[in-house]
C-alpha cells in the first residue's frame, strides 16, 4: 500500500496529514489523488460513505488552487447545510499552511447577506447546498464562470432529494473547460445522465463494486409485527449495552415521536430533523460527536452531514422508500477500517424490500432474533461485571475504605457479589419479567392476510379515473407511505382494494375517518376479500377509457358533523347519498366482501346539520 508521500502531494498538504494523524490513504485516495493531480480530467469516482472521499477530491483541488488570486477557482456541491459545514471543516484543515487560501460554506438557513460578503472578500473554493447556491446565482452574488474546478459530492444523494434542476442550472453556469469530479455512493440512472452530459470522457474510479456496501459492515434484520416495532426496537439497544448508534426513520414525525418515546424511557437519544433550526441540529450534533447522546434517531436528508468514525450501529427503524438510500445508511458505521452492524427491523410484507436491497448492495442479510428478557439480563450483567473490572482505580477513595468495610462487614463475598451486581441485574429482570416473544416465525402472521398485511376496501375505482397505478400513487401521497407500503391494488368500476403493512392500520384508518372529495367521502375498511390475482391488468384495461384522467384530490371535514353522521346514517341512505353506487355495484361489493355478515362497504356523502 502507498504512503501520502508517494501520491504527489506537496509538502504543506502532507504537513497537515501529519497534524490531522492520517497515516495511509484509503483505496479511493490512492486511485483518486494521483490521478487528478497528474491529469486535468473529469471523473466518476464510486465509492462508499465512510471511504474517504472528502480527502480524495480535497488535497488534489487544493494542489491546484492559486492561493495568490481571489477569484473562486472552485465549487463543491454537497446534498445538505451538515456536509457543507464538514466538507468546508476538513478543507480548512488541509490547507492550514497554505497562506491566502479561503475557503467559504454557501447554505440555507444562515445569512444569504453574510455569505455573499464572505465571497466577496475573496473565496477560491466554495462548499454549497445547491438550492442556496442557485438562489446567490440568480442574485448575482457569486460569479463561478471562470471556475477551474467543479466537485459534486454525494451525487446520488443530491439527486435522490430532488436537486436535478438546480444542479443543471449552476452547471450550466460554469465555463465548459472546467474539470467535473463526480463522486457517490451508487450510479442510478439521474447520475449516470449528468455525467454524460456535463462530463467529458470521464475517467472512472470504482472502489469495491458499484452500488454494494461497505466490506466491512454486517447487516441483520429482525422480523416483527408492525405494532411491536419501537418494543423490538428497545430490546436491540438493551442487547448491545454499549450502542453508539444512528437510527433511521422515514419522516420527520416518526424521528420525533420515537426519540420522544426513547428519552421518555430513560436512553441517552435525540432526534436531528429538517424542522429543527440550524442552532438546535448543531447543539445535538455536538452532543452525539461527544457521546452524550447514545442513540441520535434521524431522517435520511439530516444524516447527511454526519461524519462520526466510531458508529457501532445503524438501525433501520423503518427501510428507506429508495432501495439506494440503504447504501447510504449503512455507511454511516464500518467507518475508518472499523467494523460495523446495521440492523434491520422489518414486518414480514416487507421481506421482499429484503430481497430487493441484498441484490443491490450485493451482501447477504442475515436473519435474527430479537432477544428474549433473559438473554437481555445476561447480556447485561456481564457488562456490568466486565466494567467493573476494567475500572480504573480512584486512588481518593482509600479514605472511604475502613468506613465502607464497617458498613459492609455482615456480608460474605458472595453475599456482596449478588447484591453489587443486583442494582443493575433486577431493573432489567424486572422489566423483562412478563415479556413476550416478538418474533414473527415464518407462519405466523401479523393479522389479515397470509404475508402478515391488511387488505383495505376502498369506495373509488375506475368510474372515477383510477387505475391500479393512479390509486397506488394517490394513496402513497395522501397518506406519506413509501413506493412498496401499498401493494396488490385492484380495481374495480364503483370500489377497489389494496394492502398495506398491519403497522399502517390506525395511520390509515384515522386519515380516511373525515376525507372528503366534492362533498363526498372517501370510505375506506378492512377487507375480508383474499386479494386474488389479476387485479392489476384489468383494472388498467378498465382505467384507460376515454376522458379518465385519475388523481382528485380531497380535504378533511369536521370531526364532529363526520362522527353524527356515521351514527345517524342507515345503510340503505349511506348507498343513496353515495352518488353513482347502482344496484349492480351493490352486489358487486357484496361479492367482493366474503363475510355476507360483515357491514357492506358504502359511499358516504355529508349530512346537513339541520
Known sequence: ??????????????????????????????????????????????????????????????????????????????????????????????????????????????????????????????????????????????????????????????????????????????????????????????????????????????VGTKNTGNKNVSHEYYTVSGRDRYLALKRLADANPGIFSVIFCRTKRDTQNVAEKLIEDGYNAAALHGDLSQNQRDLVMRSFRTKQIQMLVATDVAARGIDVDDISHVINYQLPDEIETYTHRSGRTGRAGKSGVSMVIVTKSELRKIKSVERIIKTKFEKKDIPNGKEICEVQLFHLANKVKNTEINDDIEVYLPSLSEALEDLTKEELIKKFFSVEFTRFANYYKKSKDLNVSGDKATRGEPDGSIRYFINVGTRDGYDWMRLKDFLKEVLELGRDDVFKVDCKENFSFFNTDSSHLTKIMEFFQDYQVDGRFINVEVSKNTGGGGGRDRGRRRGRRDGDSGGFRGKRSGGDSRRRDRRDAGSGERRRRSGGSDNGGSRRRRSENSNSGDRKPSFRGRRSRD
Open 1 to 206: 500500500m502507498a504512503t501520502f508521500n508517494e501520491l504527489g502531494l506537496g509538502e504543506l498538504c502532507l504537513k497537515a496529514i501529519t497534524d490531522m494523524g492520517f497515516e495511509t490513504p484509503s483505496e479511493v485516495q490512492e486511485k483518486a489523488i494521483p490521478l487528478l493531480l497528474e491529469h486535468d480530467t473529469d471523473i466518476v469516482s464510486l465509492a462508499q460513505t465512510g471511504t474517504g472521499k472528502t480527502a480524495a477530491f480535497g488535497f488534489p483541488l487544493i494542489e491546484k488552487i492559486d492561493s495568490t488570486s481571489k477569484k473562486t477557482q472552485g465549487l463543491i456541491l454537497s446534498p445538505t447545510r451538515e456536509l457543507c459545514l464538514q466538507i468546508t471543516t476538513e478543507l480548512k484543515k488541509y490547507s492550514k499552511y497554505i497562506k491566502g487560501l479561503n475557503v467559504v460554506a454557501i447554505y440555507g438557513g444562515a445569512s444569504i447577506t453574510d455569505q455573499a460578503r464572505n465571497v466577496k472578500k475573496g473565496a477560491q473554493i466554495l462548499v454549497a447546498t445547491p438550492g442556496r447556491m442557485g438562489d446567490m446565482i440568480r442574485r448575482g452574488m457569486v460569479d463561478i464562470r471562470e471556475i477551474d474546478t467543479c466537485v459534486l459530492d454525494e451525487a446520488d444523494e443530491m439527486l435522490n432529494m430532488g436537486f436535478y434542476e438546480d444542479i443543471t442550472e449552476i452547471l450550466s453556469d460554469t465555463p465548459e473547460e472546467k474539470n467535473t469530479w463526480l463522486f457517490s455512493a451508487t450510479m442510478p440512472r439521474e447520475v449516470a445522465t449528468i455525467a454524460k452530459k456535463f462530463m467529458s470522457n470521464p475517467m472512472e474510479i470504482t
